[in-house]
């Protein structure tokens, strides 16, 4: 079986920051692409930002400059540095993997539970 356990999320004010982790485990045999996405109550699910395993980046555009993505392949997990914090990206954030395991040939996507970031005065 394959986990992502997300921690990092949390209050803060409009202008601060918060830094999320996504670490993923269990017979995981390698690991492609990983991502950020949010959901906002009453909204759809959105890409935050997401990296490939070699290392080239993507963002949404209402988080580009303040946001970023990175993750160290070693330990399995990905980092969102969030940075400026405005009350809009108050949502849920949920980490996801595309990987292989062991006893899968296919890449298969993974998700996270999910962690709240509420950015309020």
């Known amino acids: 079986q394959v986990q992502l356990v997300e921690s990092g999320g949390g209050l803060v004010q409009p202008g601060g920051s918060l830094r999320l982790s996504c670490a993923a485990s269990g017979s995981i045999r390698t690991i492609n692409d990983m991502g950020w996405y949010r959901q906002a109550p009453g909204k759809q699910r959105e890409l935050v930002a997401a990296i490939t395993r070699g290392g080239p980046t993507n963002y949404a555009a209402s988080v580009k400059g303040r946001f970023t993505i990175s993750r160290d392949n070693a330990k399995n997990t990905v980092f969102l540095q969030m940075t400026n914090l405005k009350p809009e990206d108050t949502a849920v954030y949920s980490c996801?993997?595309?990987?292989?395991?062991?006893?899968?040939?296919?890449?298969?996507?993974?998700w996270g539970q999910g962690t709240q970031v509420t950015v309020s005065s």
């Open positions: 996801n993997a595309v990987l292989t395991t062991d006893v899968t040939i296919l890449p298969k996507t993974y």
